[in-house]
C-alpha cells in the first residue's frame, strides 16, 4: 500500500550506490525503513534489512537469482504496512567505500522495542548471497 513515487523518483541514485558498492565490496547491508510521519520520532512501522554476504557461494556459477515469492510472503508476515507511512532506502558500507553523488551519512531510526527476524537468502549471484530480515514489536 505504500506509494511507490520516493523509490521510483530515486531508483537511478539508488542503482548506482548499490552497483558501485557492490562492485566494490563495501556494500554491508541495504536497508528499506519505514515510518508513520505522524509520529517521527518513534520507531519504525516496519524494517526490512537485505544483508550482504560476498562469501556465499564457493564456486557460483554467477546465475543470479531471487526468490520473489518469498520476499513477498515475508513482506506480509511482517504485518500490513498503513499506505500513509514514508519510507527510504539506507545503505550500510564498510569503511573506505567510494563516494557516491546523492548518498551520505544518516543514522536509522531506533529498534527500540523491535525484534529482528532473520529468514534465510532471498538473492543469489556469483559467490554474493542476500539475506533477508525483517523488524517487528516485541510481543
Do not use: Q
Not at 518513534?42 to 544483508?51: L, T, Y
Not at 525484534?115 to 534465510?120: F, K, L, N
Amino acid at each position: 500500500g505504500l506509494d511507490t513515487t520516493a523509490i521510483t523518483s530515486s531508483w537511478t541514485t539508488t542503482e548506482t550506490a548499490v552497483a558501485t558498492w557492490l562492485r566494490s565490496g563495501h556494500l554491508r547491508v541495504v536497508t528499506l525503513e519505514v515510518w508513520d510521519p505522524a509520529t517521527p520520532n518513534a520507531p519504525p512501522v516496519g524494517r526490512f534489512d537485505f544483508d550482504i554476504e560476498y562469501d556465499y557461494y564457493g564456486d557460483g556459477d554467477g546465475e543470479l537469482w531471487m526468490d520473489g515469492a518469498y520476499v513477498n510472503s515475508v513482506i506480509r508476515k511482517s504485518g500490513s504496512v498503513p499506505a500513509e507511512c514514508s519510507y527510504r532506502v539506507v545503505c550500510s558500507v564498510a569503511p573506505g567505500s567510494p563516494d557516491v553523488p546523492g548518498w551520505g551519512d544518516t543514522t536509522l531510526r531506533s529498534t527500540a522495542g523491535m525484534r529482528r527476524h532473520s529468514t534465510g537468502a532471498t538473492m543469489g549471484g556469483g559467490s554474493l548471497g542476500v539475506g533477508l530480515a525483517y523488524w517487528k514489536a516485541a510481543s
